[in-house]
């Protein structure tokens, strides 16, 4: 499961600098595997729900753990095994989504369909239908106000030295905010700040550090750029735009990290668990360390040995790229995943970022491959029904095999 998580969702957030030659392939993967291993091993859940998103009750499974136990194992299974198919035909789908359709397909196969929480699975649905069209539209905004102000200014290395800073130190505060909000929310971060300041000012705080980092990379762009241009006369502003977006990009690549193995250790956690417990199916399993680092470990493999096929998609099938494009898809992916986290809103990145990359298409004058979107569409549409059905297949599989059912 975590190789396929690798493999597909955390590859694609590197597609855009890829797609666009900010990096070379061998540079986005060493990247990419650096900054998700540190968020998935220093950054990843202590503590995981039983059941990722609260699917199912687990009291429903209290009588029998053997089928608690022999669920989860199939989950891991059909979600491992519907990533790394979608990975094969350079798909991205959401990891999240997989392993959500999985928990549901053997609960409703062993519980029925009164079990599912559909009040979940109707809130998902309904952001994957409305986020990607945020997304689309909010990258065209983003690179619309970068064309007009620096690309197509008279003098675009003077323009970029008045707004790129602008651009920085938004850049500055989303991944400073992405990270204290979503990337370290499993951490003891959280819990220091409330004992210092209390649970009400969390927010407050995490915005006030976020601008103070946002006013540092302001300042830090700024100065960088009035050297530049009094030094220099290359009028090539894109690669100011390729800067930002590596940033953006490995900023992405924490995230996903920090909060995707939960999808590969929370089941696991929830097995162990169970056997520790002596049968007992609790709420919420402790992460075992070894299991935090199998997770973690996964990840990078699946990302330098298949990652490649996504990373192409989202970079090179879409759309045609350049840096200033790349820049606003990340830019807007990483707006959207920040009022997400903020909200408690589930949002998956893929769907996001690939909203965004269309969005770039249409309101950058570029073709889009509709055939390709429809290809990606079409996935979306079937990941938790596929997953569903592969869990019910494993789960009687491995339970005639065991002799459990």
């Given at each position: 499961m975590a190789y396929g998580i690798g493999a597909n969702d955390v590859a694609n957030a590197m597609g855009t600098s890829v797609g666009s030659k900010a990096l070379t392939l061998t540079q986005a993967l060493v990247l990419a595997s650096i900054f998700t291993f540190l968020g998935a091993y220093f950054a990843g859940a202590d503590v995981t729900t039983t059941i990722r998103e609260n699917i199912v009750s687990p009291e429903l499974f209290s009588d029998d753990p053997s089928i608690f136990i022999l669920g989860m194992l199939s989950s891991l299974f059909a979600a491992g095994a519907w990533l790394l198919l979608a990975t094969l035909f350079g798909l991205p789908v959401s990891t999240t989504h997989s392993i959500i359709g999985a928990i549901a397909g053997f609960s409703i196969y062993y519980l029925g369909w009164s079990s599912i929480r559909w009040s979940y699975i109707g809130g998902i649905t309904i952001t994957w239908l409305i986020v990607p069209l945020v997304a689309a539209v909010l990258s065209g905004l983003i690179y619309f106000s970068a064309k007009k102000f620096i690309i197509k200014a008279n003098n675009p290395i003077e323009a970029g030295r008045n707004y790129i800073p602008l651009y920085a130190?938004?850049?500055?505060?989303?991944?400073?905010?992405?990270?204290?909000?979503?990337?370290?929310?499993?951490?003891?971060?959280?819990?220091?700040?409330?004992?210092?300041?209390?649970?009400?000012?969390?927010?407050?705080?995490?915005?006030?550090?976020?601008?103070?980092?946002?006013?540092?990379c302001y300042a830090t762009s700024r100065l960088i750029l009035s050297h530049y241009v009094s030094n220099s006369k290359d009028p090539n502003i894109e690669?100011?735009?390729?800067?930002?977006?590596?940033?953006?990009?490995?900023?992405?690549?924490?995230?996903?990290?920090?909060?995707?193995?939960?999808?590969?250790?929370?089941?696991m956690a929830a097995i162990i668990s169970t056997i520790e417990n002596l049968g007992s199916v609790e709420n919420q399993s402790v992460v075992p360390e070894w299991v935090l680092l199998t997770g973690s470990i996964g990840i990078i493999l699946g990302m330098l040995t298949l990652g490649y096929k996504v990373i192409k998609t989202i970079g090179e099938k879409i759309t045609e790229l350049k840096p200033s494009k790349g820049f606003a898809a990340e830019l807007s992916t990483a707006v959207i995943v920040l009022l997400g986290s903020i909200s408690g809103i589930p949002l998956s990145t893929t769907h996001t970022l690939v909203g965004a990359v269309v969005g770039i298409g249409l309101f950058g004058g570029n073709k889009v491959d509709s055939k390709v979107v429809y290809g990606i569409l079409g996935s979306w549409f079937v990941t938790i029904p596929g997953t569903a059905i592969l869990a019910i297949i494993f789960f009687v599989m491995l339970g005639t095999f065991f002799e459990i059912l």
């Open positions: 130190g938004l850049v500055g505060f989303l991944i400073c905010a992405i990270t204290l909000t979503k990337s370290l929310a499993n951490t003891e971060i959280p819990t220091l700040i409330t004992q210092y300041f209390g649970d009400q000012d969390v927010i407050a705080i995490n915005i006030f550090i976020s601008f103070i980092v946002a006013l540092i690669g100011k735009f390729a800067i930002l977006m590596i940033f953006t990009a490995c900023s992405i690549a924490f995230a996903q990290g920090s909060n995707d193995v939960a999808n590969a250790v929370g089941p």
